[in-house]
């Protein structure tokens, strides 16, 4: 038994080495001992979950839907505007609509009034402290998406946004809804049809991964080999064609009610107790700017739209705490917040996620020692607190404190003297920014790239087709295809990015560097910041959710450490594939 054990750690050694080697050997030279030797641990441990995964995986036959790369045919796919102008035109409008609309469906309000079963899940997590249940019991406010259709008037179409509170929205879902749009025959030529989500981890599932999941993945498992039978949806698929509908309803709505206008734009640095990199120590940026985009109408009976761009992880409604809050309850979490104060201004509400792998709301459970019974709570203030900032971006404290209703000012005193010694006012120091018009003048780019599937959880989906992606394979090696973009909306620059970006790809860090990786190699790519410049926005989890992505060099399947993001990623070339992509984004801009 000693040497057949001895040869079982002989041979986890090796593969370590083969496989993980130039990760361990590459961090000698770059760290010290303490962080080679956890290096190499975790290494071992990688290279024995990706074995143990990938032998399932091997067993398992491809779904009938996956499609050569040669044989995909690209569909609802918009390259952006036709042509790139430096200049607005002399006779260039800004134009915008706005539309809204729930993405809450009468049976599930009906099934919580009664008090039965809903048959709908929330999306964001899966906890042993609910009992691996998430089936929504109580909805606590809004699950909504927002819209905009805006346009320069220089003849190069309208652009389409839709914002969805979500966990996140595939590609392919993305697709169907650009399908339904095409077929209303709006009368007007889009250059892009763009779909981004919240990530708001206390909304109905809309991926398929956080569903009666078990149920679904072992009943998947055995229909992968009866490949006559389709396989079930992970995502509620009665669901799914109703969030189809709804949001092109919206988007709809909005290009019918385009207004000529002008708009403004205004950018701060919020204090860092709002952000938090929680999870992901080697990553070592912090984003913490709030970008504000205005449109006003020249009709002033019209409401202005007010665009906020954070880098928002909105994921406190949905865990459990107790019986009284256990994570089952139906929230937007803090952007509704967010919304619904900016709402009460008498603006229009849209909102784009920002940069957000590893980033955190960081106010603590009340923020200000001002005790919460239930964690929706905790969102509400701080959504209210950010949606404060953004209205008043531009005020001074002087201003600030003019323009507090009575009510606002009696709910600071009532805090303060619940929090005592720990309570902080969200405009302390604050210092005003200018805010500067923009030229209309709309530019867009977007691009597909190519991302290999490395990680053999996500190959496992795939198989079972849990989620809505178009599976590619070349050879013996998986891909899926994912869009990227950059836009300069009157000279304000915004990466369009899928996924869950971390914050050094945007603007450097730590984990780029070969001392402060795992693989104690460089990441070989440059930053949005270096293709576009230090004042670039960037809109995440824009056309695509494809999970985490993290540097090439970090990329680690150990579970342990701050690595678990990689649980949820493609795999380890996503990071310098999309950087790829960019950078030839920004050759073409350079043009």
């Known amino acids: 038994m000693k040497k057949i054990g001895m040869k079982i750690v002989s041979i986890i050694l090796a593969f370590s080495l083969i496989f993980g080697g130039t990760s361990v050997m590459g961090s000698a030279a770059a760290a010290d001992i303490g962080k080679t030797l956890e290096n190499f641990g975790l290494g071992i441990v990688e290279v024995i979950f990706t074995t143990l995964v990938g032998a399932i995986n091997a067993i398992v036959p491809d779904s009938p839907n996956f499609v050569k790369v040669k044989d995909r045919v690209v569909e609802n796919f918009y390259e952006g505007t036709e042509t790139w102008e430096d200049e607005a035109k002399a006779d260039a409008q800004w134009k915008l609509g706005h539309a809204k609309a729930s993405l809450i469906p009468d049976d599930l ?68 809804i650009r399908k339904r749009v095409e077929a209303m025959d709006l009368g007007v030529e889009f250059n892009s049809i763009n779909v981004s989500s919240t990530h708001t981890h206390s909304c109905i599932d809309t991926q398929g991964l956080w569903t009666n999941l078990f149920p679904k993945l072992f009943k998947n498992l055995a229909l992968s080999y009866l490949p ?28 019918e009610t385009m207004v000529p206008g002008t708009m403004t734009y205004a950018v701060k640095e919020v204090n ?47 865990l459990p705490v107790n019986e009284e809050d256990n994570g089952r309850d139906l929230s937007g979490d803090y952007i509704y917040y967010l919304g619904k104060k900016i709402e009460e201004k008498n603006y229009n509400f849209m909102f784009f996620n920002g940069a957000i792998a590893g980033i955190y709301e960081g106010r603590g ?17 701080y959504g209210y607190e950010v949606a404060n900032m953004a209205l008043n ?45 923009l030229e209309p003048n709309l530019n867009i780019i977007i691009k597909e790239v ?82 576009f410049g230090n004042d670039t926005l960037c809109f995440g989890l824009m056309n695509d959710a494809i999970g985490y992505v993290v540097p090439d060099n970090d990329y680690s399947m150990s579970l342990l450490g701050d690595h678990y993001q990689e649980m949820i990623s493609l795999g380890k070339y996503a990071g ?12 073409e801009v350079n043009k």
């Open 576 to 587: 310098s594939t999309i950087m790829k992509g960019m950078a030839e984004i920004a050759e």
């Open 393 to 437: 971006l531009t005020n001074s404290v002087e201003e600030i404190e003019a323009n507090m209703t009575d009510a606002e000012k009696a709910q600071i005193e009532k805090e303060k003297a619940i929090g005592g010694d720990n309570y902080t006012l969200w405009y302390e120091g604050w210092k005003e920014v200018e805010e500067k018009v």
């Open 450 to 531: 190519k991302i290999k599937v490395t990680n053999p959880l996500i190959q496992l989906v795939g198989k079972l087709n849990l989620v809505n992606y178009t599976v590619c394979k070349e050879g013996f090696s998986y891909y899926i295809f994912a869009e990227i973009g950059y836009m300069e909306m009157g000279g304000v620059k915004v990466a369009f990015m899928p996924g869950e970006i971390v914050q050094d790809i945007i603007c450097g860090g730590d984990s780029l560097t070969a001392a402060g990786s795992f693989s104690g190699k460089d990441f070989n790519e440059k930053t949005v910041y270096e293709l």
């Open 365 to 381: 459970p009340a923020g200000d020692g001002v005790p919460t019974n239930r964690r929706y709570e905790e969102t509400l203030r």
């Open 228 to 255: 006559f039978i389709e396989k079930e949806r992970g995502a509620n698929a009665e669901y799914m064609e109703f969030v189809y509908d709804t949001v092109a309803n919206a988007m709809k709505k909005a290009v």
């Open 109 to 176: 309000k009906e099934s919580v009034k009664n008090g039965t079963k809903s048959g709908y899940y929330l999306g964001g997590f899966i906890d042993p402290n609910n009992g691996m249940v998430n089936e929504i019991e109580e909805i606590i406010d809004d699950m909504q998406t927002r819209v905009i259709a805006v346009e320069d008037g220089s003849g190069r179409g309208v652009a389409l946004f839709a914002n969805i509170d979500c966990i996140g929205f595939s590609n392919g879902d993305i697709k169907e």
């Open 272 to 318: 860092d107790e709002y952000f938090n990199n929680k999870n992901r120590s080697q990553s070592t940026s912090l984003i913490n700017e709030l970008a504000r985009f205005i449109f006003t109408p020249d009709d002033s009976s019209i409401k202005p739209t007010m665009i906020v761009n954070i880098a928002a992880h909105p994921d406190v409604a949905g």
